[in-house]
């Protein structure tokens, strides 16, 4: 399994824009685009839920209907790096962010988190007036 260390979140105004990062490490051998990453969101008192993933080895991108439009989410295989560019963020929009990974699960990505078996930590964002 992956490592994975999510950052870029923090607390920004209704409008605003951030891009979090998810490096991950420990490959054992494969490459970055042998794994699906997905981007996921628990919101305080809610279940995580999936927001964007990209899919191995194409790097198809998948949204969540709340998202598409406003989020992108791409990777650099270079830095073995994943980015969410989260743009006109709202308060909704807060909660603590996730990636997670899965080996060669290939075809388009799911945004179900049950599929993932790699998770970071997580890194809060915070939308607020």
């Known amino acids: 399994q992956l490592q994975l260390v999510e950052s870029g979140g923090g607390l920004v105004q209704p409008g605003e824009s951030l891009r979090l990062s998810c490096a991950a490490s420990?490959?054992?051998?494969?490459?970055?685009?042998?794994?699906?990453i997905g981007w996921f969101r628990q919101a305080p008192g809610k279940e995580r839920e999936g927001v964007s993933c990209?899919?191995?080895?194409?790097?198809?991108?998948n949204y969540a209907g709340s998202w598409e439009g406003r989020f992108i989410m791409h990777r650099d295989l270079a830095k073995n790096t994943v980015y969410l560019q989260m743009n006109n963020l709202q308060p909704e929009d807060t909660g603590v962010y996730y990636c997670?990974?899965?080996?060669?699960?290939?075809?388009?990505?799911?945004?179900?988190?049950?599929?993932?078996?790699?998770w970071g930590q997580g890194t809060q964002v915070t939308v607020s007036s």
């Open positions: 997670a990974t899965r080996l060669r699960l290939f075809g388009l990505c799911p945004l179900l988190q049950e599929h993932y078996n790699s």
């Open positions: 420990g490959f054992s051998g494969f490459t970055l685009d042998d794994y699906a």
């Open positions: 990209i899919s191995a080895p194409s790097g198809h991108t």
